[in-house]
């Protein structure tokens, strides 16, 4: 079934794949994380993820795909999903130059039908995936269903606390309610970090801590760990939040039948 924000997300995000690309190249971090795992994962992830030697893992939504290098560097079997094929394209060369042996398939998160059930011993999202997806619940079915039973379910996302501030320097002031979950339109170039008007569509979605939790849940998975971390803040965000968390990671594992 057609979902046309999904379909916009996309296309700017195909559009946007080569300036993206090249900030990655800026920040120097994909050619080394390989080796360097805690360049990409942080402590709490690494907890999980280190000791994952041989085991099949899936990434949804990989984005720049430094997570995905860094997990098969640690020695897993990596699926790369990603709903951009020209991020996959990017990150396809990228995984060549460094000897990585990286699946990579193109596909929304919320319909993996080109993925078994039962297929994975670890799936894996990350980064700012869930802003871009219209049905949370949907997504987490999904993951939960490729799962093996008793696999883990580990997600790493921007804190929602992040999301309800209007742009500004030196304060905070609030520019939508933490419940409005959307969807929330923009007009916009194919710049990503540093967003301007443009004529691509783009539509974020704002989800809830308690939405996540329960989209766990629901998708038969019991909960190991929720834990929020982190408290500086970047220029990209447009807001003083220091102190606030900047993310949420909620680790589970999928119930047996």
Same mark, same amino acid.
């Given at each position: 079934m057609t979902n046309i924000y999904h379909d916009a997300n996309m296309t700017r995000w195909n559009a946007a794949a080569d300036s993206w690309g090249k900030s990655a190249d800026g920040r120097g971090l994909w050619n080394r994380c390989h080796q360097e795992p805690e360049l990409v994962l942080s402590p709490y992830e690494l907890r999980y993820l280190r000791p994952i030697t041989g085991k099949r893992v899936c990434v949804l939504g990989s984005g720049d795909n430094q997570a995905v290098f860094a997990l098969a560097g640690l020695g897993a079997q990596v699926t790369s999903v990603d709903i951009s094929q020209q991020q996959l394209d990017i990150a396809s060369g990228r995984a060549k130059e460094l000897g990585l042996a990286v699946r990579f398939l193109q596909a929304d998160v919320t319909n993996l039908s080109c993925i078994d059930s039962e297929s994975f011993d670890v799936v894996y999202?990350?980064?700012?995936?869930?802003?871009? #997806?219209?049905?949370?619940?949907?997504?987490?079915? @999904?993951?939960?269903?490729?799962?093996?039973?008793?696999?883990?379910?580990?997600? +790493?996302?921007?804190?929602?606390?992040?999301?309800?501030?209007? @742009?500004?320097?030196?304060?905070?002031? #609030?520019?939508?309610?933490?419940?409005?979950?959307?969807?929330?339109?923009?007009?916009?170039? @194919? @710049?990503?970090? +540093?967003?301007?008007?443009? +004529?691509?569509?783009?539509?974020?979605?704002?989800?809830?801590?308690?939405?996540?939790?329960?989209?766990?849940? +629901?998708?038969?998975?019991?909960?190991i760990e929720v834990a929020e971390f982190g408290e500086g803040f970047a220029d990209w965000e447009g807001a003083p939040m220091k102190g606030l968390p900047e993310n949420l990671l909620v680790v589970a594992k999928k119930c047996p039948r």
């Open positions: 999202t990350g980064g700012h995936v869930a802003v871009w #997806v219209s049905d949370l619940q949907r997504y987490y079915l @999904e993951a939960a269903r490729i799962l093996k039973p008793r696999g883990l379910f580990v997600i +790493n996302e921007y804190h929602p606390f992040r999301r309800i501030w209007k @742009e500004s320097q030196d304060s905070l002031v #609030v520019g939508s309610s933490y419940y409005d979950r959307g969807p929330f339109e923009y007009d916009v170039s @194919e @710049e990503i970090l +540093n967003a301007k008007p443009g +004529n691509l569509k783009s539509y974020e979605f704002h989800w809830t801590v308690s939405d996540f939790i329960s989209a766990v849940r +629901n998708a038969g998975c019991q909960l």
